[in-house]
Structure formats: structure tokens, C-alpha cells
């Protein structure tokens, strides 16, 4: 299955992507007649609710789809789709998962998941235009994979922990380097408003397969900037997950972005910022392609 959240007069709504249309999750629940929890209206509620049947229930969408024209937003492109989950509770990051890029920036490799945090307000959805370029000189990309967990998770082991996961999606963890660089924290330059594109869907992990298997491709303006695959994470996503539900509970819609490998722009020489007018594009295999233009200043 693959979850949206789309645009509305009253608010961000939850759907579901199948082929390129987009239809209502709220109306797809309650008219399939399956919404025996309720029939919410977000991502995040709906995950809350139906965390634990997420394959029986995109089975059941796929095959009501064709009659399901009350629930019909539209094509994708028409939808006005925000990021999966607009309003996670935390969004949580791991540096230096990658051992080329623990290389290239010249620092040990990690005994722990080196752990920060990002801010609702500087996600977009996979069609707004990256924000930062008005405060920031140093924009660089990064492409990430997103998790996002569907069941709460609280001090489980590595070997459960993918159970607890929705599923995942491309992520660009756009950094302000100058203002990284001001301090010994990295808040400042992560935290930027409107500068973290995701999506467009978040895919369930029933249609991912092996999570630790998947190519990663960032281009900017269609040039290859980095290659990689999730195998060569150090720490691999059920690890992660088990480290930050030894200490903090993990709640449904919550974000985990994974890591960034080798070929940021910062250590290119000389080194390559994204600029107003700029697109990148953030591909990882059997999730989907997440495409943006960096916004006018």
C-alpha cells in the first residue's frame, strides 16, 4: 500500500495512492466496510488505528479501487499531495550511517547511532519548492531514507523491530552548512523552515521487501551525485529503531531519516550547494522517486 496526505479546504487529508490516482482514506475505509476502529482522516490517525493490518487492508483497497469513485481525489499530479505524514509528533535523524560518508568527512565510525532532531515545520511535500536559500548560502543535499512507524515501540529488540515499522519513503535532509558550521550543534542549519522535501508515498514495508537491500541515487539537475545502497548503512534500520526505543517511545507517524551516504556537496572540491532553481532528485529503489526545485529567494 501506498499512503499520501493531499491538500484540503479543511486541512490535510490521509489517501491512498494506487496507479497514479489518489483516493480518500477516510471514504475508501468506511466504503470498503472495513473501518471497524473508526475511519480517520490522516495518516497518522490511521497508522495509530490500523498500524498492525496494513497488507490485509491494501489488498482490500486495490480491489475496490475500480468502484470506488466516491472516493476519488484525482490524478497524483492534480491532488496537491504534502509529505506522508504532515504532522508527525518527532522527526528523528541518524548521522553517519554510511561508512564512505563517515569517511569523507573524516571522523571515527560511530560506536552508537549519532542521533538529532528535525522539526515538523521544515518538512514539504514532494512537490513544494525547497526553502533556505534566503538564509543560507550552503545548501547541500542529502538523500535519505525515511522510516516512518506504524505501531508503538517501546525498548523492542532489533529482531521485532520491523514489525513496528508502516513502511518508507525518500527524503532530502537539506542542510544549511554555514549555519551547521556556527556551532558544535547541528540544529541550526537542520531545522530550516520549509527545506526537508519527502514522498511522494509512503510505502508499506509488505511492498519493500528487506529494507537493507535498496539503491539509492541522488542527481542534481540530472547528475549523479550520490550512489549507494542500504546494505552499507552501519547501523541498518531495525538497529536503529531498537537504539531509540531503548530510551524514547516511538509513536505511529513518528519519522526516522536514515543517513545520507558518500558525495554531499560540502566535501566535493570544489563544493557543489544547491542554488534557487536547482533540482534534485532523491531515488530509492522500490519506494519511489522524490523530485524538487529549490525555491526562489
Request: one cysteine or more; hydrophobic letters at 40%; proline letters at 6%.
Amino acid at each position: 500500500m501506498k499512503l499520501v496526505s493531499y491538500n484540503h479546504p479543511y486541512g490535510a487529508r490521509g489517501g491512498v495512492l494506487i496507479g497514479d490516482a489518489v483516493y480518500d482514506l477516510e471514504r475508501m475505509l468506511a466504503d470498503t466496510g472495513v473501518a471497524d476502529r473508526g475511519a480517520p482522516s490522516s495518516v497518522k490517525e490511521f497508522l495509530s488505528l490500523y498500524g498492525d493490518r496494513l497488507t490485509e487492508l491494501g489488498g482490500v483497497f486495490d480491489s475496490a479501487s475500480e468502484n470506488a469513485i466516491g472516493a476519488l481525489v484525482g490524478p497524483i499530479a492534480e491532488a496537491g499531495l504534502v509529505g506522508p505524514v504532515p504532522d508527525p509528533a518527532k522527526v528523528l535523524c541518524v548521522g553517519l550511517n554510511y561508512k564512505d560518508h563517515v569517511a569523507e568527512t573524516g571522523r571515527a565510525l560511530p560506536e552508537f547511532p549519532d542521533v538529532f532532531t528535525k522539526f515538523a515545520s521544515t518538512l514539504i511535500g514532494p512537490f513544494a519548492e525547497i526553502g533556505g536559500a534566503e538564509v543560507s548560502e550552503n545548501l547541500d543535499f542529502e538523500g535519505e531514507v525515511a522510516v516512518v512507524i506504524g505501531r508503538r515501540a517501546s525498548k523492542v529488540s532489533a529482531a521485532e523491530a520491523l514489525d513496528h515499522v508502516a513502511g518508507l519513503a525518500p527524503l532530502n535532509d537539506v542542510t544549511a552548512r554555514d549555519l551547521q558550521y556556527r556551532g558544535t550543534q547541528w540544529t541550526a542549519g537542520k531545522a530550516v523552515d520549509g527545506s526537508t522535501p519527502w514522498g511522494p508515498a509512503l510505502v508499506t514495508l509488505d511492498e519493500v521487501g528487506d529494507p537493507q537491500t535498496l539503491d539509492l541515487v541522488t542527481r542534481v539537475n540530472d547528475v549523479e551525485m550520490q550512489r549507494s545502497n542500504t546494505r552499507h548503512q552501519i547501523f541498518p534500520i531495525a538497529e536503529i529503531i531498537a537504539y531509540l526505543s531503548s530510551f524514547l517511545t516511538l509513536e505511529p507517524g513518528d519519522v526516522i531519516a536514515t543517513g545520507t551516504p558518500q558525495g554531499i556537496g560540502a566535501k566535493r572540491t570544489p563544493p557543489v550547494w544547491i542554488t534557487p532553481g536547482d533540482t534534485v532528485e532523491i531515488e530509492i529503489e522500490r519506494v519511489g522517486t522524490l523530485r524538487n526545485r529549490v525555491a526562489s529567494v
